[in-house]
């Protein structure tokens, strides 16, 4: 039986003038609940937090309490959305009580540059540059989580720039192209930052992180995420090959391939709350 719930939009994070809101998803219940914070895309330039409506209503429905949060992006630059999003996790273990929510059971959720940022938050949860808000007083200092479920996540932030800038230049480029290589150059900056802030290359290079369970859909055909990178240095596409060096480090990984037409619907949304009911106890 699905749960009610209800819905309110709170500011979590204000930087200068500018407040930074969550829409809050509260089962009715017993609880507490798992809770998951769910992060939109866009190229790390656009989207806002109710791109994640849909799925975040099926995942309240099943049971979690769920924060779709906005964040620094755009020009604010790599790596505000990180600090940003490590705070979200501090503030909602702050504030579960009030939520009806269990500190100890909360995961990341995110689409596209969504997806990248809840694997980068999880996979380094004490870096200094990730860490620098102060916790809310007398809140959780705690930023880790323990699992992460990516839809369609762009995984390695300098391959999807060389592959998109490669494309544009071909003689027949296709559409998805668009502004992309200027949405990662407002966001990234400079080339060095895409491989310093790149999960790929992180695990390829051997550091040290944090490997929680995690879980990728994918959509197929999807050549904007799910394409061969000429760097590689395996014969795989990115999710397969980000897949093999998670396991390699560690790491729990499952890959679940969808059609492309229908990923934004409950394929994807089903699976999502499934697996964090799995590993959020």
Request: with cysteine; net charge neutral.
């Amino acid at each position: 039986m699905p749960y009610a719930f209800t819905t309110e939009t709170v500011e979590y994070i204000r930087h200068g003038a500018t407040p930074y809101m969550m829409k809050l998803y509260k089962p009715s219940g017993d609880g507490p609940f798992p809770m998951v914070i769910d992060l939109h895309g866009g190229a790390w330039c656009n989207g806002d937090l109710a791109d994640c409506d849909a799925r975040d209503q099926v995942l309240a429905a099943s049971g979690f309490v769920v924060a779709a949060a906005n964040f620094r992006h755009a020009s604010e630059g790599y790596p505000t959305s990180l600090a940003d999003i490590n705070y979200a996790i501090r503030w909602m273990k702050s504030n579960a009580a009030k939520l009806n929510g269990n500190p100890n059971a909360l995961g990341l959720s995110g689409t596209s540059s969504g997806g990248h940022l809840a694997m980068l938050v999880a996979m380094r949860p004490n870096d200094p540059r990730y860490t620098t808000i102060a916790s809310p007083a007398g809140g959780s200092n705690d930023p880790s989580v323990k699992a992460v479920v990516m839809q369609w996540p762009v995984i390695n932030p300098i391959s999807r720039y060389r592959n998109a800038r490669r494309l544009r230049d071909s003689a027949n480029p296709p559409g998805w192209v668009g502004n992309i290589p200027e949405r990662h150059e407002q966001y990234w900056k400079t080339e060095a930052a895409m491989m310093e802030g790149n999960p790929i290359g992180i695990l390829e290079k051997g550091e040290k992180v944090v490997t929680v369970p995690a879980l990728w859909i994918q959509g197929q055909p999807d050549p904007v995420h799910d394409y061969r990178d000429p760097e590689s240095p395996v014969e795989l596409n990115e999710p397969l090959r980000f897949a093999l060096n998670y396991r390699k480090a560690g790491g729990y990984i499952e890959t679940l391939f969808v059609d492309d037409a229908e990923k934004r619907g409950n394929v994807s949304h089903d699976p999502t709350a499934a697996f964090f009911h799995r590993y959020l106890k």
